[in-house]
């Protein structure tokens, strides 16, 4: 097995269990998607929560360090509409999803917490920005749900940015005020 087949098999993993969630997904569609044996698939990953561990992994910084605070709402929404562009995997809805269909939901859920809440509340401003985050992060996976699975707003790519980083971004105002 090359890595190449076994980025191909993750990434085509990833975009199903992203666009169905962990139980609509199976090891011959991911094999079909990717263009490879079933077999191969079980080779690559052991076992299909293997898989759609390794295929999901949280984005690597929800936020980053080098936006301006003024900046946040909109880059995060920026992003969400890049990767619909690009077709990428989309870590708000793996998030949504693992949290209600993954393999350990109450593990996704603190995973999701850890990995996305705290961060953005330690942007925000301390533990008193938990429940801006926890909203904003709310926010944003409705952002990704709306343009991706549901395929709203398809042609509104700057409107969506501009609308949705405001939303994001008085939230985080909030803090600061």
Do not use: C, N
Not at 68 to 76: A, D, M, S, V
Not at 131 to 150: D, K, N, S, W
């Amino acid at each position: 097995m090359t890595s190449d087949t076994r980025d191909r098999v993750l990434q085509a993993a990833g975009r199903l269990f992203a666009e169905r969630g962990y139980a609509g997904v199976s090891i011959r569609q991911i094999a079909a998607e990717s263009g490879v044996s079933p077999a191969m698939v079980m080779k690559v990953g052991g076992s299909k929560a293997a898989i759609f561990r390794d295929a999901t992994p949280p984005e690597a910084e929800p936020v980053d360090r080098e936006w301006e605070r003024q900046e946040i709402g909109r880059e995060l929404v920026r992003r969400i509409v890049q990767r619909r562009e690009d077709g990428a995997v989309e870590p708000w809805l793996q998030a949504l999803l693992g949290a209600l269909d993954s393999p350990d939901p109450s593990q996704a859920r603190q995973e999701f917490v850890d990995h996305y809440v705290s961060r953005l509340s330690r942007r925000f401003g301390g533990e008193e920005a938990r429940r801006e985050a926890e909203l904003a992060a709310g926010v944003l996976i409705g952002i990704a749900a709306a343009i991706r699975p549901l395929r709203l707003l398809e042609t509104e790519r700057d409107w969506i940015i501009e609308r949705g980083g405001a939303m994001i971004q008085s939230l985080i105002d909030e803090q600061s005020g």
